[in-house]
């Protein structure tokens, strides 16, 4: 691996990169990587790269392995002018993550996580997870032919575990707090060379960064005022607000976005502390939401996150239940149906505009985390229209609706 | 539009481009657009094109309608060493077209379906379809602000007309003979001035040309052997093929791989008349298979995909629902989870390798058509493994599997 190292989110205390344990010793604070300040772009036909060759300047990595990748990345950025003058903004973009390998966004950390486990040694990799992770680090240890354990709530229905089981991966229940389990787990990856990646570990957050990378670039270079992103851990938030960063110190683009970090009401660890103005979150004790995706009662890069939307100058914001089916309502109306964590950012948007917060002069990308398949059972909250007709009665009930 | 016409497959009489109506009024046999024989790849960053500015020679339209795209294609060609090797052939590689905008291939044909439908002023479009083409058509009705009518069986289950239904079509529940609704439904279309995509209409079929095309750019342009199309009404196979065929034309590569059409045996008309060696195909009076998205009992390009393997020097088959079930996992272990019918190509390559049809210097490439979250319920015939564990019994446990 290339010379680099990780740092510690508060402390700054430096750690060797050949490292998986994803916390400083002393403040028990997330580490990264880190800032890559001189990087470009490999230019090349994106049919026939991978996201870690694209950008390998901005990787450790001496080298990509063709063969553990699925295709992540290069997700489309889909505007909506009808939407942008409804909301009364100058643009607003969709970045569509449900149209990676395992239909999330999770997937591009998951590679680089894999890429870093593969690049120590490893054998097995493991992460704790009740949806989108789970799904993607069980493909992706299945494709690169590693030991895979996957941990998951005792409580998990078989509609959520069927999907995750069909990869193969040693699938386990655990029955106990399931909030202990994200540092437990670390613990036991140490203790038997399992490289667990969970939500927030820095090489999941290097793969996050390659979606502002790709905003960038469908973008000509001309960044959003502000990018939108739903938070549970936080590690997608902080990973795409680095990759901004790194575009930045690399002469890329001219400024950084401000970061819109999207809770769901019912589990808002991180916006309860920024309106409280405390520096540090506190366990949200009963989690409620339909964004089932992003309810994490205590998020490991919760406190990072605080400190960082403070330095780049964005918000942290929270919408509620209804709020989001109506937001995912109006996304579908776009041809997008996201899960109902991805429609957080866009209730934010109207919910900001509403507030003068945001203005008609701002353009705005929302970060569409996963795939509306992925939770169907919230579908059944919609009032959602079907017609009934004979056959021989076709022809005029569509005629009467023309 | 660019000059060009329509041509009847059988009789070759040619129609106008503009025309609606998708089959001859003599043959009663399908349209399609007359090949393109001068034709060059729209070099650029695919990050920032779509599909129809990237292959515009090869469509007839004046220019793309950006607005009505949500970036569909630029799938991934995933190869897997491992399984060529076990399967014992040269390569095998898998066009994951699950990520589609809707997770499904049916994407390409429906923008370029929408695309002819907006250049000749229609304000209505609509299908016929149970699963992947419904969810296609009424996300890019909604996307495009067109009037979109989705027409369904009776006794499609809730967990399917939900995903349909959010994208807020108007859905038709029709209680009737289902076979009949393809072409009643055109008949609709005509006396009311809606463009119903259907299966396998010519448009529907220029946007799978697209799957070729991406497969020629990711191939170098070294064409594989074999490509395996998981066949239902027979408008996929027959783009694909197409899109070989112009590039060939063109002088992009130097030879057209042979076609492998891929069915479900419990529901295989066209594979029925091929060792029969009849010209036309029979209705399969019980169409029961795991397979539902290719149990088209009656396909409308039936008899046209039977002319072109023949032409093309391709083959036929047929496998069960436990080979198939076999392959979907097989396929999960590569990391990539199709719905059934996407599992289809895997089983008849498995076969056709055990009957020395294919043999070890082969390149073949497998196309996955949807993902498998649009079945699920399929998942209950694999014997999944969970267990279940206390949390303070999970290092042991985990230690005892390592």
Redesign the interface.
């Known amino acids: 691996m290339k010379r680099t190292n990780f740092i510690c989110t508060k402390c700054k205390k430096s750690f060797p990169i050949e490292q998986v344990y994803p916390r400083c010793d002393i403040c028990n604070e997330p580490l990264e990587v880190e800032k890559v300040t001189k990087g470009k772009i490999n230019?090349g036909?994106?049919?026939?790269q991978t996201m870690l060759e694209r950008y390998a300047d901005f990787f450790p990595f001496d080298k990509a392995d063709k063969?553990i990748?699925?295709?992540e990345g290069?997700?489309?950025?889909?505007g909506s002018?009808?939407l942008a003058s409804e909301l009364n903004i100058k643009n607003i973009l969709f970045k569509?993550e449900?149209?990676?390998?395992?239909?999330s966004f999770k997937d591009r950390g998951t590679v680089v996580g894999v890429q870093h486990a593969i690049s120590l040694g490893y054998k097995?990799i493991g992460t704790v997870s009740t949806g989108n992770m789970a799904v993607s680090v069980a493909?992706?240890g299945?494709?690169a032919?590693l030991?895979t354990?996957i941990?998951v709530r005792?409580d998990l229905p078989?509609?959520k575990?069927?999907?995750i089981?069909?990869?193969?991966p040693?699938?386990?229940?655990?029955?106990?707090?399931y909030g202990?389990?994200y540092f437990?787990s670390l613990?036991?990856g140490r203790?038997?060379?399992?490289y667990f990646i969970n939500s927030d570990v820095p090489f999941r957050v290097e793969g996050c960064k390659t979606i502002a990378f790709?905003i960038c670039?469908?973008m000509?270079f001309e960044v959003p005022d502000y990018v939108v992103v739903p938070t549970s851990s936080g590690g997608n938030i902080r990973g795409i607000l680095k990759g901004f960063e790194e575009f930045k110190l690399s002469g890329l683009i001219s400024k950084v976005p401000k970061m819109i970090c999207a809770q769901a009401r019912g589990c808002s660890p991180i916006y309860n502390a920024y309106i409280k103005n405390e520096a540090t979150i506190s366990r949200v004790e009963t989690p409620h939401t339909i964004a089932q995706a992003i309810a994490n009662p205590y998020p490991p890069s919760g406190n990072e996150v605080l400190r960082k939307i403070k330095d780049n100058g964005g918000i942290i914001v929270a919408v509620t239940d209804e709020e989001i089916l109506q937001a995912?309502?109006r996304l579908?109306?776009?041809?997008?149906?996201g899960q109902p964590a991805s429609a957080v950012p866009l209730a934010a948007v109207k919910k900001l505009k509403k507030e003068n917060i945001l203005n008609e002069n701002d353009t705005v990308v929302c970060i569409v985390t996963g795939?509306?398949?992925?939770s169907?059972a919230a579908?059944?909250k919609?009032d959602?229209?079907?017609?009934?007709?004979?056959?021989?009665d076709?022809?005029r009930?569509?005629?009467n609706?023309?």
Do not use: M, R
């Open positions: 230019e036909n994106i049919l026939k063969d990748s699925l295709s290069v997700t489309p950025l889909v002018p009808k569509n449900s149209q990676n390998p395992t239909w097995c493909a992706y299945a494709k032919g030991t354990f941990l005792a078989p509609e575990i069927n999907p089981a069909i990869y193969h040693i699938l386990i229940k655990v029955d106990g707090d202990k389990l437990h613990e036991i203790q038997n060379d399992i790709e670039e469908q000509n995912q309502k579908a109306k776009e041809g997008i149906f795939s509306g398949l992925k169907t579908l059944e919609h959602l229209k079907v017609l009934n007709c004979k056959l021989e076709l022809n009930l569509i005629g609706k023309l």
